[in-house]
């Protein structure tokens, strides 16, 4: 009789986690894409929060501009993302992806910070030199 409860109970707990709690959208925002728009968001956001100013001042509203540049609109990305959202391992892996490609992106940006500097150094010790060799 334990066993029969344990296993009651097992399996009604195994079946609530598969329950969908939010209902596939008609219009859902395919992931690849999900992805690219979140990634341009976090680009758009971190460079907003540096030049705010620059962004008030152009009137370009981030969330406008994204829904403009990817054909979407508002209640579709909301209920996209409520969606993923409800998924938590397919949103894990939307984030891991993003995650992913700004860590390589930002890696990209400072290895050409790296070499211009180093340019910029060598530049200057030749000039340094050919002075005093003057």
């Known amino acids: 009789m334990k066993y029969t409860v344990t296993l009651f ?5 195994l079946l609530s986690c598969t329950e969908q709690v939010v209902e596939k959208p008609e219009n859902l925002i395919p992931k690849e894409k999900m992805t690219e728009i ?8 971190a460079a907003k929060s540096g030049a705010a100013r620059k962004f ?3 009137g370009v509203d981030i969330m406008e501009f994204l829904y403009k540049k990817y054909g979407i609109d508002s ?4 209920q996209s993302d409520l ?19 700004i860590k390589r ?6 290895a050409i910070g790296k070499r211009r500097n180093d340019s910029v150094r060598k530049a200057n010790q030749r000039r340094s030199d050919s002075l005093k060799a003057l």
């Open 9 to 13: 109970f097992g399996l009604m707990l």
């Open 38 to 45: 979140l990634h341009d968001l976090a680009i758009l956001n």
């Open 56 to 58: 008030e001042d152009s």
């Open 75 to 78: 209640t579709q990305f909301s």
């Open 83 to 101: 969606y993923y959202a409800s998924l938590p391992l397919e949103y894990q892996t939307i984030y891991q992806e993003l995650e992913t490609r």
């Open 105 to 110: 992106q930002k890696d990209t940006l400072e």
